[in-house]
């Protein structure tokens, strides 16, 4: 293999992926790509070879390479090849490699000199290669031939442009030693993508094949074009030597004796020729690395740092001894007790800001869901005077009754109150619901100890279930207690006479029993309600849905542009609106409910309904009750005669129901004043429900729950069985200790690693900034001769007679790359190389010429 330099760089890339790979990490260095750019028949892919030091390319005149080529090296023990596209197939001849190359070319642009941006992915497995992608792109060409386009100049260019532009590729800009410098495609390109020259190194190529008397001196000098970091001149093999199977290692002695016999070019035989090129790319390398290791040296400390404690806690672990085992039990029961009680209480730190606890969900069904459950309870308005006018009736008999009869009265309170069953029962399951998935999530913590968690869960659930029965208990004697007595001597229950008057006034608002008493507490300025909604019967041609602030008080629902509420959208009063649900469309990921007006007016401008979105059921039901409290109820259940009437339109459905409304004046007033009393009674119903629930729940069911884990817990779990199959550790936990100790015991490993590898590198400075206007523009221009140059790449021109040998060789104010020993200012120093990574060059040729 040709590659020295980059075998030395291996050791220090494989220490770093040993360091990660220790910890199950990857060694994500992103080493930079290379890209030989340059013109047809410049030598591009022979440069390429010599980074693999294997002949597998393409070889010919006109443009060979038509199509990216990728190649990815892959530091490995054994040697082969394979491409993307024919997975799963190993190459051990790199004849066969190139062989391959040159069809899958052909079957994409066919076999006459076509061109396709498709690259070719191809992998080279080695031990003599670092982890690195290398870019062939194809010659920059001027006139199509073949069956290229007519384009093909800027197509060639575009597909360059697609790799270099690329921060992490390093351009190698080859240009042929025979051809005018200035004229150099390869480095016009080059500037436009790298301004400052950072990534860009010049490759002159074809130094051999230059017309006898001329030289390319001044150029690799720097001193004609120069560049940041200078050019670099190479001997590939010839057609010949390819043809006569010339390996690379012998092409590279070659190549060396050539620099070292020149007379031009002696004095920089040192730092010319292909091992050179690869110890420039190596020195970049060990920038990148170097750069990289800060980033990689703090992330590792910061996974130390935090594994630190834990680690402590794991070194002498002894899982079998039973103090532990009853020290760590306490301590798991004490933990479960306290996060239970911050769950449901509350707590000031680790606050959740995800989703809401146990304690806030609770806290909504007392306080939005159970309300909204009892106004969901009422009857038909219709309905309800019709069992008021039966009731009278079959009270009087065959009589005709001239007084209002209490016992109408009561029998209809008592069916209305007993109506109230249904939603006390149902809250108490949603807070038994809510009770037992906190204890499931106070219960992760126990993950380490299966068996621990699985009969803590089992006996506060049992727990908890046996309580059910208690609170249900008990909150259906609070509605039988309603029912047992009905007293109309209550200080809020309007009485016989204030019924009688208001049964006389018209115009009556039907309220139902909840409105009166809501409205009683707020004001009507009072916001009950702010948040975030989405119209969702807005018009496409007026923009689609779309999300406003909502703010809802006692008198109107008001919307605005963002919640600093100062650019105010609309304002709808409350007046007549009632709620309803809205089945959710298919494609739908909101949930959607609408307000609608109860005289079939226009709600929002042309719109007869207002639909509005929430991302979750919760939220609806949460508005909804906010709505309720505003005095916005849900909309009545449409009976059966009601939805014929309005399909067909008949007057048959009034006649269906004229025997229950279709009253004398007198009937007509008693079950008027029948309904005001049931409407005032069974607000003070509702008003004592809604207190007496969430206490009878908190003191039965909560605070009992809480008292036992607190209390009985710990001696439930004693009396379970064998304390230490309860503390025996998941085999997860058991891993995870191990894994701990190992990657804590790592990352130290890792983090000396990187120490050692910082203090064993050396970065090489960055060469300073040199004038490359020339290249600007149409970079068709020549810049005028040097004084100290007057030797330049051209056919033509003798290279002017010299008296004395040439002085010694010494780094220039360009760095590495930029050689001005020509210079008369210039003091003559003894050669020096850069400090840069050691490389194992093969010593001098016995026949060099050293300068005076």
Same mark, same amino acid.
């Given at each position: 293999?040709?590659? !020295? ?12 992926? +040993? ?7 990857? @060694? ?91 690259? #070719? ?110 050019? #670099? ?87 079998? +001894? ?57 009857? +038909? ?88 029965? !208690? ?68 018009? #496409? ?146 008003? @004592? ?164």
């Amino acid at each position: 293999m040709g590659n !020295r330099g980059m075998e030395d760089l291996i050791p220090l890339v494989n220490k770093l992926q +040993d360091a990660f790979s220790s910890i199950g990490q990857a @060694c994500n260095l992103d080493l930079p790509q290379i890209a030989v750019v340059g013109g047809q028949s410049a030598g591009k892919s022979s440069v390429l070879e010599n980074f693999v030091g294997r002949d597998f390319l393409p070889r010919g005149s006109g443009i060979v390479t038509r199509r990216p080529l990728v190649l990815q090296l892959i530091n490995s023990a054994a040697e082969w090849a394979e491409f993307l596209h024919c997975k799963g197939k190993k190459f051990t001849d790199f004849d066969e490699v190139r062989q391959e190359i040159e069809a899958e070319t052909d079957r994409a642009t066919g076999a006459n000199k076509g061109i396709s941006p498709v690259p #070719i992915n191809l992998r080279v497995f080695s031990p003599h290669v670092l982890n690195l992608t290398l870019i062939d792109l194809p010659g920059i060409t001027k006139v199509p031939v073949g069956d290229q386009p007519a384009d093909i100049e800027q197509q060639i260019r575009d597909m360059i442009m697609q790799f270099i532009t690329r921060e992490s590729c390093l351009i190698l800009a080859v240009t042929p030693a025979n051809t005018d410098l200035a004229n150099s495609d390869a480095l016009k390109l080059a500037k436009d993508v790298d301004p400052q020259g950072m990534r860009t190194i010049g490759v002159i190529t074809k130094l051999d094949l230059m017309d006898e008397g001329t030289d390319a001196r001044d150029v690799l000098e720097n001193k004609l074009l120069p560049l940041r970091r200078g050019y #670099i001149g190479v001997v590939n093999r010839s057609q010949k030597d390819i043809d006569g199977k010339k390996d690379i290692k012998a092409a590279l002695e070659a190549e060396r004796k050539f620099f070292l016999s020149h007379p031009s070019y002696r004095h920089l035989a040192e730092k010319m020729g292909t091992p050179r090129l690869q110890k420039v790319l190596n020195e970049q390398l060990t920038n990148h690395i170097r750069d990289t290791l800060p980033g990689f040296r703090s992330k590792l400390q910061s996974q130390l740092l935090a594994l630190d404690k834990e680690a402590e806690e794991y070194r002498g672990y002894r899982p079998d +001894d039973p103090s532990r085992k009853t020290k760590q039990l306490l301590q798991m029961v004490q933990q479960f007790s306290v996060d239970f009680e911050k769950r449901i209480e509350g707590s000031g730190d680790q606050v959740d800001t995800v989703e809401l606890s146990g304690g806030a969900k609770i806290n909504r069904i007392f306080h939005e869901r159970f309300p909204f459950e009892l106004v969901k309870m009422e009857c +038909d308005e219709k309905e309800m005077r019709r069992e008021i006018s039966y009731a009278i009736k079959n009270i009087h008999g065959i009589r005709t009754g001239l007084f209002t009869p209490d016992m109408a009265f009561e029998a209809i309170v008592k069916k209305q109150v007993i109506k109230l069953k249904e939603p006390c029962v149902k809250s108490v399951d949603m807070v038994i619901q809510e009770l037992i998935n906190t204890v499931r999530q106070c219960s992760n913590k126990l993950e380490c100890f299966p068996r621990l968690r699985e009969e803590t869960e089992r006996i506060v659930t049992s727990h908890i279930r046996d309580r059910e029965n !208690r609170a249900k208990d008990q909150v259906l004697l609070l509605i039988d207690i309603q029912l047992s007595y009905i007293n109309t001597n209550h200080e809020d229950f309007i009485g016989f006479a204030n019924a009688q008057q208001r049964s006389s006034q018209t115009n009556k608002s039907q309220s139902s029993a909840g409105n009166q008493v809501t409205s009683n507490h707020l004001t009507l300025a009072q916001v009950i309600r702010k948040g975030w909604l989405t119209i969702n019967n807005i018009s #496409i041609m007026k923009g689609g849905a779309k999300e406003y602030w909502f703010v809802l008080t006692a008198e109107s629902l008001s919307w605005f542009k963002d919640d600093e509420e100062k650019e105010k959208k609309y304002m709808l009063p409350l007046d007549n609106l009632k709620v309803r649900d809205v089945e959710k469309s298919f494609m739908s990921s909101k949930h959607i409910f609408c307000i609608f007006n109860t005289e079939s007016r226009n709600v929002y401008k042309d719109n007869r309904t207002l639909e509005l979105a929430c991302d979750s059921q919760d939220d609806v039901d949460s508005w909804k009750s906010s709505l309720l409290r505003a005095g916005v109820y849900p909309e009545k259940t449409v009976t059966v005669s009601k939805l014929i009437c309005s399909v067909f339109k008949i007057r048959t459905c009034i006649t269906t129901t004229a025997d229950n409304f279709s009253m004398d004046p007198q009937l007509e007033r008693k079950v008027e004043t029948i309904r005001n009393l049931v409407d005032s009674y069974m607000a003070i119903v509702n008003k @004592c429900i809604r207190d007496l629930m969430p206490k009878t729940i908190m003191h039965l069911m909560i605070n009992n729950v809480k008292e036992f884990i607190n209390a009985e817990l710990l001696a439930q779990l004693y009396s379970a069985g064998d304390q230490n199959s309860l503390m025996d550790e998941s085999q997860e936990q058991a891993q995870r200790r191990d894994e701990v100790l190992r990657t804590h015991q790592a990352l130290k490993e890792a983090l000396a690693i990187i120490g050692d590898i910082s203090t064993t590198t050396v970065t090489v400075p960055v060469p300073p900034p040199v004038d490359t206007s020339w290249v600007g523009g149409s970079g068709r221009r020549s810049p005028p001769p040097s004084p100290t140059a007057p030797r330049r790449m051209s056919s033509g021109q003798r290279p002017a007679p010299r008296g004395a040998p040439p002085p010694p060789n010494r780094p220039g104010p360009l760095g590495p790359f930029n050689n001005t020993a020509d210079s008369p200012q210039a003091p003559s120093r003894p050669n020096r190389a850069p400090p840069s990574i050691p490389s194992r060059r093969p010593p001098p040729s016995p026949t060099r010429q050293v300068p005076p």
